[in-house]
């Protein structure tokens, strides 16, 4: 069965430092893209960006590009997002998604749960 | 960047009855467009990609068409877990962008 599973909520300060996680499981995690997707509070969804874990390659949407980090480590399945100095606007649920068809960056077929990021002072 | 608009913004629909929610893009996209479907406190689900290709384990009454700018998604025969928020996505061009959502209500 594949699986996405996430870390757990975050409660953080403005200014403070974070990386979340996604673990896949149930497939050759170096083979698909990992993207990354914000929803803020009662809003849509965005993408901010993906890696392939097989050698790292890494996209940015315009609107995130310099505000956060995403890397993987290829080793223990995970992907990982990061903020070097949040900020309150960054609150929102964050997922992680598999993208299909393997090899390319398309579609969201399988879905981690979310992480809760809440920044406040 | 190519913007995705949905309309209506919510539609208000009786269990048993037909929705149709539009998806327009601000180019053409060709096939490339995929529809997810997201209850509260859920991740997004994908029902669709290549327009109308159900993903897998999505029942029959979900169903895609369109083609260039123009999309839809038509539920037949809903039913109450069908009531959730519906969003498409386009992937011809980076960076893969959403539209708003259209949340289909009971009416």
């Known amino acids: 069965e594949v699986q996405l599973v996430q870390s757990g909520a975050e409660v953080k300060k403005p200014g403070e430092s974070l990386k979340i996680s996604c673990k896949g499981s149930?497939?050759?995690?170096?083979?698909?893209?990992i993207g990354w997707v914000r929803q803020m509070p009662g809003k849509g969804l965005e993408w901010m960006g993906i890696i392939y874990p097989g050698d790292s390659d890494t996209r940015y949407s315009p609107s995130f590009q310099g505000q956060v980090t995403i890397s993987a480590d290829k080793s223990i399945s995970t992907a990982y997002l990061q903020w070097s100095s949040l900020k309150a606007s960054d609150t929102a649920m964050y997922y992680c998604?598999?993208?299909?068809?393997?090899?390319?960056?398309?579609?969201?077929?399988?879905w981690g749960q979310g992480t809760l990021v809440t920044v406040s002072s | 960047e190519i913007v995705m608009t949905q309309s209506p913004a919510t539609l208000s629909v009786s269990p048993g009855e037909w929705a149709t929610l539009s998806c327009r893009a601000s180019q053409s996209i060709t096939h490339n467009l995929a529809w997810y479907q997201q209850k509260p406190g859920q991740a997004p689900r994908l029902l669709i990609y290549?327009?109308?290709t159900r993903a897998t384990g999505i029942p029959a009454r979900f169903s895609g068409s369109g083609s260039g700018t123009e999309f839809t998604l038509t539920i037949s025969s809903l039913q109450s877990e069908d009531f959730a928020i519906y969003y498409c996505q386009q992937y011809n061009n980076w960076p893969r962008t959403f539209g708003q959502g259209t949340k289909l209500e009971i009416k």
């Open positions: 149930g497939y050759i995690f170096t083979s698909y893209w």
């Open positions: 998604a598999r993208l299909s068809p393997q090899g390319s960056y398309n579609y969201g077929d399988q």
């Open positions: 290549g327009t109308s």
